[in-house]
């Protein structure tokens, strides 16, 4: 059933998505967790061995609670402690069993298997260097390579050779044409794709997103409540003569994007 309300006069309706903006993030966020449970769950390593997760936002809180309905052993660090809190919300679902959260970046090697989420800026190649491991995986920040500069600047595959391991892998996502594959930017692609494709539809006087720049609310600020609040709201609001069914539309565009394992 439809949210629907009548508009500025009865001729015009207000028409809401049932699907809000966390579920947006949760839909995108779940593609790249299962993507690598899978991958983990295909090298058959025991279940005490020890997972360390490197970085929090978005895709590495999505990961640990994946992976916490079955591995004993999984270590979340980041620099940023405050991000802890995101393992107690409903951001990238729900924490199985309890994990360890560190700001301790030596931590790092203390792992068995090593998922690197920190993209641009993040684990350097002599970082890299020191990793001796079972298994490793690296996210690729980049999406379409349809930024020059985006491109030069990335050094996972300088980082995935420093690595000692035999079971090494890329978590590739992409499908919308972003430039980056980060769970805010993958979002804000689906939310301006979908805006434009609905101004296209016959009826249609204006629409609008429910999205600020939470960039700051979470690093700035550090007000990882007040994230979640604005998250939990209807993410379109769209003006039209003639009612149709925004969750379809939504439903289509997440859909398109992909999040694989490159091994």
Not at 109 to 125: A, C, L, N, P, R
Not at 212 to 229: H, L, N, P, R, S
């Amino acid at each position: 059933m439809m949210n629907v309300d009548t508009g500025i006069t009865s001729e015009v309706f207000t028409i809401k998505s049932e699907i809000k903006l966390i579920d947006i993030f949760n839909e995108i966020i779940s593609k790249k967790s299962d993507a690598v449970f899978e991958y983990i769950e295909s090298l058959n390593i025991d279940l005490n061995a020890k997972i360390v997760v490197i970085g929090t936002y978005f895709t590495g809180v999505g990961i640990v609670k994946k992976l916490s309905g079955k591995y004993e052993n999984i270590l979340l660090i980041d620099i940023y402690p405050h991000l802890e809190e995101l393992l107690q919300t409903g951001l990238g679902g729900s924490l199985k069993n309890e994990i360890e959260f560190s700001s301790d970046l030596d931590l790092i090697y203390s792992g068995d298997v090593v998922i690197d989420t920190t993209g641009f800026g993040g684990i350097s190649v002599e970082q890299s260097s020191k990793l001796d491991v079972d298994a490793f995986i690296i996210e690729d920040p980049v999406a379409e390579d349809n930024d020059k500069l985006l491109k030069d600047k990335n050094n996972i595959h300088e980082r995935l050779d420093a690595v000692n391991s035999q079971n090494k892998a890329i978590l590739k996502s992409k499908g919308i044409n972003t430039k980056t594959s980060g769970t805010m930017t993958l979002t804000i692609g689906v939310l301006t794709n979908l805006l434009n494709r609905f101004l296209e539809r016959p009826g249609v006087l204006y629409c609008a997103c429910e999205m600020g720049f939470f960039e700051e609310v979470i690093f700035k600020q550090k007000d990882i409540a007040k994230f979640i609040e604005l998250s939990d709201v209807n993410a379109f609001k769209v003006s039209t003569i003639k009612p149709f069914d925004l969750d379809e539309l939504i439903r289509e565009e997440i859909d398109r994007i992909t999040s694989e394992m490159i091994l």
